[in-house]
């Protein structure tokens, strides 16, 4: 079991920079692959990045590559998302997740869930 709270979201302007942590409960967590989703009012929940247990290579949707990184620390049971030049099209509710070894970009692939955090990107 697994359980998963988000931090860090809030409200920025445009062009500004947040950090997204997750911090995961469990002694197991390193075996984990973790996922970065997002969901916006009247929207379809939709992938945003994903890191493996491994960290060996990274997921990034086309929406935020170059603008996004994601990265863990297993000492620290944490996974992070550090979103920079944030637009207005990135308001959303961010989650993240949880699913054994292999990431995925699909969220109906993963078996925990966070509560979730609010960003909102003014104009």
């Known amino acids: 079991q697994v359980q998963l709270v988000e931090s860090g979201g809030g409200l920025v302007q445009a062009g500004d920079s947040l950090r997204l942590s997750c911090a995961a409960s469990?002694?197991?967590?390193?075996?984990?692959?973790m996922g970065w989703f997002r969901q916006a009012p009247g929207k379809e929940r939709e992938f945003v990045a994903a890191?493996?247990?491994?960290?060996?290579?990274?997921y990034y949707a086309d929406s935020v590559k170059g603008r996004f990184t994601i990265s863990r620390d297993n000492a620290k049971n944490t996974v992070y998302l550090q979103m920079n030049s944030l637009k207005p099209e990135d308001t959303a509710v961010y989650y993240c997740?949880?699913?054994?070894?292999?990431?995925?970009?699909?969220?109906?692939?993963?078996?925990?869930w966070g509560q979730g955090t609010q960003v909102t990107v003014s104009s």
């Open positions: 997740a949880a699913r054994i070894m292999v990431a995925s970009t699909r969220p109906n692939e993963y078996d925990y």
């Open positions: 890191i493996p247990w491994s960290a060996s290579s990274l």
């Open positions: 469990g002694r197991t967590f390193s075996r984990y692959a």
